[in-house]
C-alpha cells in the first residue's frame, strides 16, 4: 500500500507534503535540500522496491525448486541462485529509474532550493533570456543523461554476451 502511493502520486506533491505539511503536523521542519532528498528518496525507493520485486519474480519457479532439491535453505537459493540471474534483468529498468530520478531533481526548485533549474530561473529574471538559459538547460541535462544512456548501454550489451554463453 505504502509502495503504491509513492508510485502512483506525483513527485510535486511529496515535495509539498514533507516541505510544509509536514511541520504542521510534527514537530520536524526540514530545510529545501532535505525535504527534497527526502521526497525523491521515498518516491524513488517505492519504484526500486518494485523492480527487485519484478526482478525476482521473473525468474522461473524451476531454479527455486532446483535449490531446494539440493538442499539449500531459502536465504542461500536468493543469494546464490536467484538474485545473480535476477540482478542482469533489474538492470535496465534501475537505470530508467535513475534518469527519472536525476530529471526529478528539478522539482527542487519548487521548494526555493538552489538546484540547476532555481539557478536559471535566477539568471533568466536578470537577463530576461529564457530561451537561450532554459535551452542551455536543457542540453546541460541531454548531455549528462546521454552520457549516462551510454554507460548503460555498453553495461547492457556486456551483460547480454555473458548471458549468452
Known amino acids: 500500500m505504502i509502495i503504491g502511493f509513492y508510485r502512483n502520486t506525483p513527485a510535486i506533491v511529496h515535495f509539498f507534503w514533507i516541505y510544509y505539511a509536514l511541520p504542521v503536523v510534527s514537530p520536524l521542519t526540514l530545510s529545501p535540500f532535505a525535504a527534497a532528498v527526502l521526497a525523491l528518496s521515498a518516491q524513488s525507493a517505492a519504484f526500486y522496491a518494485e523492480v527487485y520485486r519484478g526482478g525476482i519474480q521473473s525468474i522461473s519457479n524451476g531454479q527455486w525448486e532446483g535449490a531446494k532439491a539440493l538442499g539449500m535453505p531459502r536465504a542461500t537459493a536468493l543469494r546464490r ?16 529509474r535513475s534518469f527519472e530520478l536525476l530529471k526529478s531533481t528539478a522539482l527542487a526548485s519548487s521548494l526555493a532550493y538552489s538546484e540547476l533549474l532555481y539557478q536559471a530561473m535566477q539568471v533568466n529574471s536578470q537577463t530576461y533570456r529564457p530561451l537561450e538559459v532554459y535551452t542551455l538547460i536543457a542540453v546541460m541535462y541531454f548531455t549528462l543523461l546521454l552520457f549516462i544512456s551510454q554507460c548503460s548501454q555498453m553495461i547492457e550489451k556486456r551483460l547480454a554476451v555473458s548471458d549468452a554463453r
Do not use: S
Not at 541462485?81 to 530508467?96: H, T, V
Open 81 to 96: 541462485i536467484i538474485l545473480p540471474q535476477a540482478l542482469r534483468r533489474m538492470i535496465p529498468p534501475f537505470l530508467e
